[in-house]
Structures are given as C-alpha cells and as structure tokens.
C-alpha cells in the first residue's frame, strides 16, 4: 500500500450473520470461497465485538465511533423513526473533508426523516431499504408493519413504492451492482469510502435465481453463497481498477443469529444469539484485508470493537475527528500486531437496548455481566416461521474467556482483583450513561 494518497476504505456489514457461518472460521456445509480468498490475502479476526447485538444501534455505532448511549439509536428503529441525531458525525461525513467519495448499497435503518437519509450523511451516492426487510405486511409476528410499504430508495429518492418479495429475491445483487459502479466510476479519481450493509440473511431470506437451491444445503445457504458471490464481485472490481493494493476491506456482521428462525438462522459456537450481551450476540467474524499493514493468511485474537473503526479509519486517511466527543480511538497499532502494541481502550461496554449489561476488557481476556434478564432459546422455529424464546436472568458474574469463551462458569470469588476492577468500570459507566431514576 503506497502513501501517494490516503487507502480506500469498503465495509461489507452482513445482517444477523453467525460467528460460524463462512469458512476459515468454521467448516461449513457449503463453499465460501471469496471470504477465504480475502483471509488469504488479510486476517480473521476472532474476538472482534459489537457494542449492541442489534440492527440499529449496531449500525449507528460503526457508522459514528459512539456507544448506543452517546448516539441514542437503541435496538432497532422502525420506519420513518428519525434515528441518529445529524449533530453525530458518520464516517462518510468525517472522511469527505479528506477528499473521500462515499457510497452506501444496502440496508441503511439509522433514520428515515430528510435530514437522517444517506445522502443528508455524508453519503454521495446511495441505494437500498431505510429499515429491516421485515418491516412490512408479511412479517411472520406482527402486524405493526401494515401501514408502512417497503420503500426502495436509490441517491435520495424512492425508485420502489412498495417492494415485491420477488424484488426481495435481488436486493443482493442489486447492492452488489451498484457496489461495483461506484468502484469502477471512482477508483481512479481519488480515495473513495464503500460501505455495503447488506439486508441478508436477515429474515425473510431472500436470493435470485441464480443461486436458489444451488448449496443443496437450504435457502440459508444459497443466501450465504450469493453474499460470498457478492464479495467476489467487490474484489474483482477492486482489482480490475488497480486499487486492490490500496484499498483496506472489512467483512464482518451487525450481530449473531436470530435463532428463534431455526434453519433460517446462522450458526455460532457461543453462548446465545441476536438480542443478547453473550457473546453469540455481540462477537461478530471479521475478515479483513490490509495489504501492507496485516500479514496474509493470518488469524489474531485480539479482541476490539467497531466504535473502533472511525477513528483509526479517520487516522489512516488524515481526516480530523468531529468535535463532539466519541468513544472509539485509533487502534491500529493493535489491530496490526504492531509487537509491545497493547489495545489502547481499556474496556468496552455492552448494552442490549437502553440496558447496560456487560463489560469486556481491551485484552479480550475478562468479561463482567452485570445483572439482568435475556432471552434464551426454548423451541426453534422453521422455513421462516420464527420459534419461541423463554426469559432467563444472570447474576453479576465474572467469565474467563481465554479458558472459557463459551461463558459457562463464573469465576468471581477465584478472580476477586479483576472482578473488583472491573465492577468499579462498570458501576462509573453507569453513573455517567445511566443514572437512576428520581423517586417521586
């Protein structure tokens, strides 16, 4: 990677993807040949976290460098929420200053108001849904979605009233189209920003024609191997411009599994899904290419978290940080493997909706669960019909995740030093970000 201007930057951010749902990171019943291709040529990150384990404060957490209590989006917003106050930066917002070009293709649902829309974000160019695929009148569940069509939106304005399930069927190669537009329309004219955040394999699952029954594994895997597909269009585009070499790439998830969906759900070896603070809801797989900066074919446990990502991202391109305060830092030197480099976050701190839950250290290797009730899997459901969870609770409870990632056994009276210290973490992020209420 030269220095004679700042690297592009593509983010691919999958919807309710599992840890275990593409090789090298597991051995997975169908091929995923593009997702290895880019380990070969980059890292697979094993420990790398979500500050919340759903859709919306996912995405405005990568998209801003903050926690869900500095930007305020919780869970997941419905259509026409506002959802991310404008006076939070974007990335795209914060690399354009720096001469970026910025592009969005996917699943946006960060706000659905003129001033919360992509291309009021820093975004130039910009297509896809405002909100989950789910949010319409076929949703399995509910029917608080009647009222609202599934709008298709392409650089500001609606191309699609109201979306078809057949129309479902090529959100994928539509994103994945214009993915490759944008990189061929702008490769040679200076640094673009891509970021790609696909609708699938959120439910309803959806895949063309091309690829419907051809893993012989069912729908989910045809949906993987289209977004594999996808990947491979993406580096061949990079590569056909002669930018590959310059260009850094991320393909990770928003958050684990719905399991509630059954065999229209990923798979992930830890502990609960989608919607939790375990760690098969905030521990995403990343795959990421750096040429120049990660050794090819590697794997690295050092554990970070996407807030990370805007700041170092902004740190590589030379781009000033925004002027309200965030809680990411530049961690490159980290996630590099520069030797003696050591995380520069002290912790990081979990929330599921507006509850704070759970605080994992900057190693990785410690993760406290403060006390609180989650949802468990009771019966799982099939073909798109969701099954039902239970509600369970958790003690304050301190985990080792070097011996024991599956967050089975509580190791608080043996590890009495780190539990103490990181109680205290949690009990001063709590009195800044979440105070009690005033008794009346």
């Known amino acids: 990677m030269t220095q004679t201007r700042p690297p592009n930057f593509v983010v691919i951010f999958l919807d309710d993807s599992g840890w275990a749902d593409f090789r090298p990171f597991a051995q997975t019943p169908y091929p995923t040949p593009n997702v290895e291709r880019l380990a070969a040529e980059g890292c697979c990150f094993t420990q790398f976290y979500v500050p919340q384990a759903i859709c919306s404060a996912s995405r405005a957490s990568l998209l801003t460098g903050c926690y869900p209590e500095r930007h305020r989006v919780f869970g997941a917003i419905g259509p026409r929420a506002r959802g991310l106050d404008p006076s939070i930066a974007t990335l795209a917002e914060v690399l354009k200053p720096a001469g970026y070009t910025t592009g969005c293709f996917g699943k946006w649902h960060i706000g659905d108001h003129p001033e919360t829309r992509p291309p009021a974000r820093g975004f130039d160019e910009s297509s896809g849904l405002m909100y989950s695929n789910d949010m319409w009148r076929f949703h399995p569940e509910t029917r608080m979605f009647d009222a609202f069509d599934l709008q298709y939106w392409k650089n500001g304005a609606i191309a699609i009233q109201d979306l078809s399930p057949d129309q479902q069927n090529v959100l994928t ?27 699938m394999p959120h439910v309803p699952l959806a895949c063309s024609e091309q690829f419907r029954g051809r893993s012989g594994h069912g729908l989910y895997a045809d949906v993987m191997m289209e977004i594999d597909w996808s990947l491979g269009q993406i580096l ?15 393909f990770t998830s928003d958050n684990g599994p719905w399991l509630s969906y059954g065999n229209h759900a990923g798979r992930t070896p830890y502990r609960e899904g989608k919607g939790t603070s375990f760690d098969g809801g905030i521990r995403s797989a990343l795959v990421m290419s750096a040429p120049g900066h990660l050794r090819p074919g590697t794997t690295s446990d050092r554990a970070f978290c996407s807030v990370d990502l805007l700041p170092t991202f902004a740190a590589l391109a030379g781009a000033p940080l925004p002027h309200h305060p965030m809680d990411g830092r530049n961690n490159w030197p980290w996630i590099t ?12 701190f979990i929330t599921n909706g507006a509850e704070f839950q759970a605080v994992v250290t900057g190693d990785g290797r410690w993760k406290l669960h403060l006390p609180h009730a989650y949802r ?37 009276a043996r590890h009495r030093d780190v539990f103490e210290r990181l109680k205290a973490l949690a009990e001063r992020h709590r009195d800044q970000w979440f105070p009690p209420s005033p008794r009346r």
Do not use: C
């Not at 994945?176 to 891509?194: C, N, Y």
């Open 236 to 250: 061949d585009a990079l590569e056909e411009r002669g930018v590959r070499d310059h260009t850094i790439v991320l």
């Open 173 to 199: 190669t539509w994103y994945t189209e214009d993915a490759v537009a944008f990189i061929r329309t702008h490769a040679a004219k200076g640094p673009f920003f891509l970021y790609v955040p696909h609708n």
């Open 337 to 348: 493997g520069v030797p003696d480099a050591v995380n520069s976050q002290e912790a990081y």
């Open 376 to 412: 468990t899997l009771d019966f799982a459901g099939k073909d798109g019909k969701p099954g039902r969870y239970r509600e369970e609770t958790i003690a304050l409870s301190l985990f080792d995740m070097r011996d024991d990632p599956y967050e089975t056994t509580d190791v608080s």
